[in-house]
């Protein structure tokens, strides 16, 4: 059992469209990150979220904590061929300082 | 702009074999992690470490795991006795405040044979 499900797992969509990806899980989080790792390279941390139902936006993309610090969510607007890679959430439990979870990552490919 | 490095970025190993993996933090960072990525699947959560002790470990790190900060710069994860499924991308992080900001090295890619 995965403590954070990412969704979908793969995405193909043409340049210019919208899409939300998913992270869940049952357990409370202190804090989720998200990232983007190319092939071959150590993870990029894009935000992180700490308050419950807390929205941040970097440029086109929008990152949302739920209320409950369970879920996040990430969505771009327009997604562009450069937003090609692989997208990963990673949280810290509320009660397990300094532990980090990952989820099994998100492959989306942006066709131009 | 400041950034974790790691040496070696290919390492290959037999069986057996003790291996160090090396990790120069960001200078003025105070939590150190270890994680590794076996070929197509998550990253896995080794080790923290903070204040020169180890402030959280996950169930793969066992006996057969070591991380050391020998100086003020170097983080190092030591391997025992490697076996085949140790083969991964090993990547070293750091933080500054150990909560909310993670910078992730390039990784060493440890083959054993």
């Known amino acids: 059992t995965q403590l954070l499900e990412q969704s979908p797992q793969f995405l193909s969509i043409q340049e210019g469209e919208n899409l939300t990806v998913y992270c869940n899980s049952s357990?409370?989080?202190?804090?989720l990150q998200w990232y983007r790792q190319e092939p071959g390279e150590g993870p990029v941390l894009l935000v992180t979220v700490v308050t419950g139902g807390e929205v941040k936006k970097l440029k086109r993309l929008t990152f949302q904590f739920g209320d409950a610090r369970k879920d996040s969510s990430l969505h771009i607007t327009a997604a562009q061929p450069g937003d090609t890679g692989l997208y990963l959430c990673?949280?810290?439990?509320?009660?397990?300082?300094?532990?980090?979870?990952f989820g099994s990552g998100t492959k989306l490919n942006v066709k131009p | 702009e400041p950034e974790v490095t790691q040496t070696p970025s290919h390492q290959v190993t037999q069986m057996g074999q003790e291996v160090i993996l090396r990790c120069v933090p960001i200078?003025?960072?105070?939590?150190f992690y270890w994680y590794r990525q076996i070929l197509g699947q998550k990253v896995e959560f080794l080790v923290s470490f903070y204040n020169n002790e180890i402030s959280e470990k996950s169930e793969i790190f066992d006996d057969q795991f070591s991380v050391e900060r020998p100086d003020g710069s170097n983080f190092t994860l030591k391997i025992r006795s490697t076996k085949l499924e140790d083969s991964a991308m090993y990547f070293c992080a750091s933080s500054w405040d150990g909560r909310y900001e993670q910078y992730f090295g390039p990784g060493t890619r440890l083959t054993v044979t």
């Open positions: 200078s003025n960072h105070l939590y």
């Open positions: 357990s409370v989080f202190s804090s």
């Open positions: 990673a949280g810290e439990l509320k009660d397990n300082f300094n532990k980090f979870y």
